[in-house]
């Protein structure tokens, strides 16, 4: 029964916002303005799709404490780290989105919070990876520094990996059926699930963006549930397969990294040579688009459904990947 209330009123506070959606965007300043190189939408559209993530988190936090249903999701300490890393994330997203940060400066203030975070969370730790294919862990020692960097690699890579109206929502909620489909605290991830799908609906119309703050935010849920799963559940996921779930935001931050210092630019700076631009470019219809960047992203985990080893879904991927630039590229 209190699983049913508490998904009713997150059901109909989403709902109230989504139909009441233009009159309090316009209570918040925060935009997005076309500028005609990067940003080509027509219309300004509202930023506050990250603070209607962080405000349904606080929301879906507090109540399953309050109704005691703390069996469907993180213990104390974990929930205190998220909470406070999601929020940190979303405001340097955001400070990003109204003041344009140069690229380093991001970059430092990413590290200074994960850092800190990690800092007064000492307990979590990643002390060894188990790959699917080998008999042996892989140990670290230097955990600490190993969790810092792959934190700010995948808030980078969720981030570089929107640019699309779609994309990265539709990445956040293929990934949260993955926790679900696992066992993964499935009522939290499901009530996660409701305001991505309304946000969806008004990103596919141009009225929200995601925006900087929006996107780390999605990526310091995404990173701190697969480190939480590996540590606390026995059917976690193994090192090889996270990478191979996150295979085609990350392939693309790899390819652009190297493009990038190849032309001598900034590794962080953005430009319009990722894979949605490559394929938009190419079709000129932004459905289609996520359509096939959907399909890109998907068929990873779906082969790793199928129990192909690790190793060869990342040839096949890799392949089909760098296949679709080509042909894109090609046509174009």
Do not use: C
């Not at 925006?211 to 310091?220: E, F, N, R, V």
């Not at 090192?239 to 295979?247: A, K, Q, R, S, V």
């Amino acid at each position: 029964m209190n699983i049913l209330f508490l998904s009713t009123f997150i059901f109909f506070f989403n709902l109230i916002i989504f139909l009441k959606f233009e009159t309090i965007s316009k209570n918040f300043i925060f935009f997005d303005k076309p500028d005609g190189k990067l940003k080509k939408h027509k219309q300004p559209a509202s930023l506050i799709g990250g603070l209607i993530i962080l405000v349904n988190l606080f929301l879906i936090i507090f109540f399953l404490k309050i109704l005691k249903l703390n069996d469907f999701f993180f213990e104390d300490r974990f929930i205190y780290f998220i909470v406070i890393l999601s929020t940190f994330f979303y405001f340097i997203g955001l400070i990003d989105d109204l003041k344009n940060l140069s690229p380093n400066k991001k970059l430092l203030w990413i590290f200074l919070v994960i850092t800190f975070a990690l800092y007064f969370f000492s307990e979590i730790r990643l002390n060894h990876i188990k790959i699917s294919f080998l008999n042996s862990y892989i140990h670290f020692e230097y955990s600490f520094i190993f969790l810092i960097f792959s934190f700010a690699l995948l808030s980078n890579a969720i981030n570089m990996f929107d640019g699309i109206n779609l994309q990265v929502i539709s990445f956040t909620i293929f990934i949260f059926f993955i926790f679900i489909l696992k066992g993964f605290f499935v009522v939290f991830f499901s009530l996660l699930l409701i305001p991505l799908i309304f946000l969806g609906i008004l990103n596919y119309q141009n009225k929200v963006f995601l925006g900087d703050g929006g996107s780390y935010l999605l990526s310091s849920i995404i990173g701190s549930t697969f480190i939480y799963q590996y540590n606390n559940f026995q059917n976690f996921f193994y090192g090889d397969e996270i990478f191979i779930i996150l295979f085609i935001p990350a392939i693309d931050m790899l390819r652009l990294f190297v493009l990038r210092i190849i032309n001598k630019k900034n590794p962080f700076k953005g430009d319009l040579n990722h894979l949605h631009h490559i394929v938009n470019r190419y079709f000129k219809n932004s459905t289609i688009t996520v359509m096939v960047n959907i399909f890109l992203f998907i068929l990873p985990s779906i082969l790793l459904l199928n129990n192909l080893a690790t190793y060869n879904i990342l040839i096949i991927s890799t392949f089909v990947y760098f296949f679709t630039i080509m042909l894109a590229r090609f046509k174009n």
